[in-house]
């Protein structure tokens, strides 16, 4: 892949993170057909112009002018076109990046769950560091988020335990 297709999926004016089942799209491409060639990259002035496109699963276009006056970014899914990347705020980043730490007690090794101060969003980065060890999310994994409560599998809390949870909220 060249830094010209890299720069056309992922503009270096843009930020966020690509939605994931839309990056699958993309990487399920390269796996069966071992290169970009059958992708295509359009770049239009407007929504109507990108609709008009004879478009295949996989293609990546820019419009110009998604109506409110500024550039998006879209992939092609095989039934309609979805935003691929939002563009930055000026102000950056809007989320708050905190750490919280916790020595473990006996009632939070009883329960196996911790409430944090806020709510981590989905939207970036969360990290849960127990003794050192960071642990992985998902039901079949350490620990789940709920809101803002952390459920830990497999008792893995144990009273003096030190626990450190990294997110942005």
């Known amino acids: 892949m060249t830094m ?3 720069n056309k999926l992922f503009p270096p004016e843009y930020g966020g993170p690509a939605q994931i089942s839309d990056l699958r799209l993309a990487l399920t491409y390269l796996n069966n057909y071992g290169e970009l060639g059958g992708i295509e990259f359009h770049e239009v002035q407007t929504i109507a112009d990108m609709q ?6 996989g293609d990546v276009c820019k419009v110009a002018n998604d109506g409110s006056g500024q550039p998006q ?3 092609y899914d095989n039934t309609q076109w979805k ?5 930055r705020t ?6 708050t990046k905190t750490t919280e730490v916790f020595e473990i007690d006996s009632t939070d090794e009883a329960f196996q769950e911790i409430a944090l101060n806020q709510t981590p969003t989905k939207f970036d980065h969360i990290f849960v560091i127990l003794n050192g060890i960071i642990l992985t999310e998902g039901s079949i994994y350490d620990f789940e988020l709920v809101g803002n409560m952390i459920y830990f599998k497999d008792n893995h809390l144990t009273a003096g335990d030190l626990l450190a949870v990294k997110y942005s909220y």
């Open 73 to 75: 970014t879209y992939i």
């Open 83 to 87: 935003i691929l990347v939002e563009p």
């Open 4 to 6: 010209e297709e890299i």
């Open 52 to 57: 008009a496109l004879d478009a295949d699963q």
């Open 90 to 95: 000026s102000g950056g980043t809007q989320y």
